[in-house]
C-alpha cells in the first residue's frame, strides 16, 4: 500500500509504496515489505523519514487487523 513519508533529508513529501504494513513484535515499530525510497535521495530507513499526518492515518487503517 502507499504510505506518505516526509523525508527529513530533503525535507520532501512522497508517497510510497511500501508493500504489506505490519508491526514488528520486538521494536513495535513499523514493518515495512518494501524498502522506502524517497524520489531525491532514493533509499531511507524509518529512521531517515517522518510519517505525515496522512501517512499516520494510512498506517492506522493498515495495522487495523494485525
Ligand atoms: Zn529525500
Known amino acids: 500500500m502507499e ?8 525535507k520532501r513529501e ?4 511500501v ?3 505490519g508491526i ?3 521494536t513495535m515499530r513499523p514493518d515495512f515489505e518494501k524498502p522506502i ?4 535521495c532514493g533509499e531511507r530507513t524509518m ?4 510519517l505525515t499526518e496522512l501517512g499516520q492515518g494510512q ?3 493498515a495495522t487495523w487487523d494485525a
Open 3 to 10: 504510505i506518505n513519508f516526509e523525508c527529513k533529508g530533503c
Open 14 to 17: 512522497f508517497d510510497c509504496d
Open 19 to 21: 508493500g504489506q504494513v
Open 24 to 26: 514488528n513484535d520486538k
Open 37 to 40: 525510497i524517497c524520489p531525491q
Open 47 to 50: 529512521d531517515e523519514v517522518l
Open 59 to 61: 498506517m492506522t487503517e
